[in-house]
């Protein structure tokens, strides 16, 4: 399994394509029944988080967050996001990271080039083409930034549905 795929499949199960590079970032790479099995124990019984929405007030907000590019691609997901989000990355930044990173086993050479790289751009195309609202974030910005960023956008998504459920 790929470093950090909390789904992923061992390696031993990963198809190969024509240049022999592992596949790891297509869909058939991760084992979805795990993953919707754990959706759907989460959404039965969801855990909270305090959030405030409103300068002195906090309550009690289930929220869950599932992180992984290739997951817009996934059609039993289609009804559960209330917000997306897409961490856009240029091509010099995504090489320089990755390249600090230690897989095992390692890249092997051209894997970045001949494998990573067309498949973000084969998602992020495919991304572009779905008809419901995804905020593209600027993965050259920091952490902190990228974090404050959707968080302040959650908030405004809380207090937009809290004024919903007391207009309705």
């Not at 990963?14 to 790891?24: H, V």
């Not at 691609?73 to 897409?86: A, Q, V």
């Not at 080039?113 to 974030?137: A, Q, S």
């Not at 050259?140 to 959707?150: A, G, P």
């Amino acid at each position: 399994m790929e470093p950090g795929l909390a789904y992923g499949l061992p390696e031993s199960e990963i198809e190969t394509d024509k240049n022999g590079f592992l596949q790891y970032d297509v869909l058939e790479a991760l084992n979805m029944d795990n993953m919707m099995a754990a959706v759907s124990c989460w959404r039965e019984s969801p855990g909270h988080s305090a959030v405030s929405t409103e300068r002195g007030s906090a309550e009690e907000i289930p929220i869950l967050i599932i992180e992984g590019f290739l997951l817009f691609n996934y059609k039993p997901l289609d009804t559960i996001w209330n917000r997306s989000y897409f961490l856009t990355i240029p091509y010099e930044e995504c090489k320089r990271r990755r390249s600090t990173r230690v897989y095992e086993p390692p890249d092997p050479p051209g894997y970045f080039d001949g494998h990573v790289w067309p498949m973000y751009l084969k998602h992020r195309r495919e991304v572009e083409d779905i008809t419901w609202e995804i905020v593209y974030l600027d993965g050259t910005k920091s952490e902190e930034d990228l974090f404050s960023q959707v968080y302040e956008d959650l908030i405004q998504e809380l207090a937009k549905h809290k004024c919903l459920q007391v207009s309705t």
